[in-house]
């Protein structure tokens, strides 16, 4: 799932990409009203962030208790986001504010009867501020009950720039040239791509990318609501697409049993560690925090990205993923809560994590020329451009059972097929098996 993908990994990089911030004022949240309005007050929040991201998203809460006077308390819940706020809200301790790293998982809370509509003020600062894609992500039923306030681009292709130059390659714009690169990278020394086939997650990713450019934003969230089969003839397409890179020895670093054997870290070290194995490693803007903080790479300099090129006829892709706020109706301090989330919805609140790095908002409102690098900017300005273009991670929006379990549904069937490519359309039939089933539940 996500948190496996963009919080919990980027909670073991730290840097994600920092979103600089405007110095904006307070925009329209004042907390109260002039002075230390919620003096006295503690809220709790809770999310799966822990290291790094912990002790960053601290800042936000310290630059809120500075702002309001109101105290607050994070608890990190690990992995298991829903697990853990139903027995907190079973047990009567239930945290005032979670931040939610699905969309599925949003969906599940709202449908409980978990969460209070967000305030008026939050909505209003989501509707100026925010691509409308976000808004939509964060509703259930027409109601707004999620603010998204950190986001993670995941359609970033990272490479060696030297591994590159020494092929006499530029970065492509199209898959087919994507591969045909890659061939021109292997036969320089290198194998063109990392592939972190051990986390069923990655391939999940590669999957949407491939679909979104390939079969377009309507079919994208058809199939990410089940209402077409995996059996359609563009998911067929899609892993027919997909399997052109799989089945291809020459471009993956190891074959498909070393991919297989990769997880998430070790597919960025065999491009960035000391010693290279691969020139190129798609997954997220994630990448650059363990390129830069486990390998010394100077983001820029020693390891750049391009877009995820376009496939077919298609645009180029944005697939994104994020965490959303939301306020839980048992938590005890509901008013601070909201007023909590009014401060998330502003540029300041963003400011106060984007300039230690580790970070990537939604808000438009940000000043790109607060970013501390070239490639962070572009990395921001790309998710923000692509306003309602962008695609909320479709594995994500599954239930758990389909898309975000270890050794079951999507991410062992991929894994399967990255095993054996040979047969899309076998691969499409047992994906939908799996996700009748999970959708059913």
């Given at each position: 799932?996500?948190?496996?993908r963009?919080?919990?990994?980027?909670?073991?990089?730290?840097?994600?990409?920092?979103?600089?911030?405007?110095?904006?004022?307070g925009?329209?949240?004042?907390?109260?009203?002039?002075?230390?309005?919620?003096?006295?007050?503690?809220?709790?929040?809770?999310?799966?962030?822990?290291?790094?991201?912990?002790?960053n998203?601290?800042?936000?809460?310290?630059?809120?208790?500075?702002?309001?006077?109101?105290?607050?308390?994070?608890?990190s819940?690990?992995?298991?986001?829903?697990?853990?706020?139903?027995?907190?809200?079973?047990?009567?301790?239930?945290?005032?504010?979670?931040?939610?790293?699905?969309?599925?998982?949003?969906?599940?809370?709202?449908?409980?009867?978990?969460?209070?509509?967000?305030?008026?003020?939050?909505?209003?600062?989501?509707?100026?501020?925010?691509a409308?894609?976000?808004?939509?992500?964060?509703?259930v039923?027409?109601?707004?009950?999620?603010?998204?306030?950190?986001?993670a681009?995941?359609?970033?292709?990272w490479?060696?720039p030297?591994?590159?130059?020494?092929?006499?390659?530029?970065?492509?714009t199209?898959?087919d040239?994507?591969?045909?690169?890659?061939h021109?990278?292997s036969?320089?020394?290198?194998?063109?791509?990392?592939?972190?086939?051990?986390?069923?997650?990655?391939?999940?990713d590669?999957?949407?990318?491939?679909?979104?450019?390939?079969?377009?934003?309507?079919k994208?969230?058809?199939?990410?609501?089940?209402?077409?089969?995996?059996?359609?003839?563009?998911?067929?397409e899609?892993?027919t697409?997909?399997g052109?890179?799989?089945?291809?020895?020459?471009?993956?670093?190891?074959g498909?049993?070393?991919a297989?054997?990769?997880?998430?870290?070790?597919?960025?070290?065999?491009v960035?560690?000391?010693?290279?194995a691969?020139g190129?490693?798609?997954?997220?803007?994630?990448?650059?925090?363990?390129?830069?903080?486990?390998?010394?790479?100077?983001?820029?300099?020693?390891?750049?990205?391009?877009?995820?090129?376009?496939?077919?006829?298609?645009k180029a892709?944005?697939?994104?993923?994020?965490?959303?706020?939301?306020?839980?109706?048992?938590?005890?301090?509901?008013?601070?809560?909201?007023?909590?989330?009014?401060y998330?919805?502003?540029?300041?609140?963003?400011?106060?994590?984007?300039?230690?790095?580790?970070?990537?908002s939604?808000?438009?409102?940000?000043?790109?020329?607060?970013?501390?690098?070239?490639?962070?900017?572009?990395?921001?300005?790309?998710?923000?451009?692509?306003?309602?273009?962008?695609?909320?991670?479709?594995?994500?929006?599954a239930?758990a059972?389909?898309?975000?379990t270890?050794?079951?549904?999507?991410?062992?069937?991929l894994?399967?097929?990255?095993?054996?490519?040979?047969?899309?359309?076998?691969?499409?039939?047992?994906l939908?098996?799996?996700?009748?089933?999970?959708?059913?539940d």
């Amino acid at each position: 799932m996500m948190r496996r993908r963009t919080t919990l990994l980027a909670s073991c990089t730290a840097l994600a990409l920092a979103l600089g911030a405007t110095a904006c004022g307070g925009g329209p949240v004042s907390a109260g009203g002039g002075g230390k309005s919620l003096s006295g007050q503690t809220i709790s929040v809770a999310g799966v962030w822990s290291g790094s991201e912990q002790k960053n998203f601290q800042k936000v809460l310290d630059a809120f208790t500075e702002k309001t006077g109101a105290k607050t308390q994070f608890v990190s819940t690990g992995d298991n986001v829903s697990t853990v706020v139903g027995s907190k809200i079973e047990g009567g301790n239930a945290p005032d504010v979670v931040m939610v790293p699905q969309v599925g998982v949003l969906q599940q809370f709202a449908k409980q009867g978990w969460l209070k509509p967000l305030s008026k003020t939050t909505e209003q600062s989501v509707d100026s501020n925010y691509a409308r894609v976000w808004k939509n992500y964060g509703s259930v039923d027409g109601t707004l009950y999620g603010l998204y306030f950190k986001a993670a681009h995941k359609s970033t292709v990272w490479y060696s720039p030297d591994a590159l130059d020494q092929a006499g390659v530029k970065p492509p714009t199209t898959y087919d040239a994507m591969l045909k690169a890659g061939h021109t990278v292997s036969e320089s020394g290198l194998a063109a791509f990392s592939v972190a086939g051990q986390d069923g997650w990655t391939l999940t990713d590669w999957f949407e990318n491939i679909y979104l450019s390939q079969a377009g934003p309507e079919k994208y969230d058809a199939l990410a609501a089940h209402k077409i089969k995996w059996t359609d003839p563009t998911v067929v397409e899609a892993l027919t697409t997909l399997g052109k890179l799989f089945k291809d020895k020459q471009l993956i670093a190891g074959g498909q049993k070393g991919a297989l054997n990769t997880d998430f870290p070790g597919s960025v070290e065999k491009v960035f560690g000391p010693k290279p194995a691969a020139g190129m490693v798609y997954e997220g803007d994630f990448v650059a925090g363990v390129a830069k903080d486990q390998f010394g790479k100077k983001i820029g300099q020693d390891a750049n990205f391009f877009p995820f090129p376009a496939v077919g006829g298609g645009k180029a892709p944005v697939v994104s993923g994020g965490d959303a706020a939301v306020v839980l109706k048992d938590g005890k301090n509901q008013k601070a809560a909201m007023k909590f989330l009014e401060y998330l919805a502003t540029p300041e609140a963003s400011a106060a994590w984007a300039q230690v790095g580790g970070f990537l908002s939604p808000n438009k409102k940000l000043d790109l020329a607060s970013y501390g690098d070239d490639i962070t900017r572009e990395t921001a300005k790309s998710l923000i451009t692509a306003g309602d273009s962008v695609r909320f991670d479709m594995s994500d929006q599954a239930p758990a059972a389909f898309g975000g379990t270890k050794g079951a549904g999507e991410w062992k069937l991929l894994q399967d097929f990255l095993r054996d490519p040979s047969d899309p359309k076998g691969t499409a039939a047992e994906l939908e098996n799996a996700a009748a089933k999970a959708y059913q539940d």
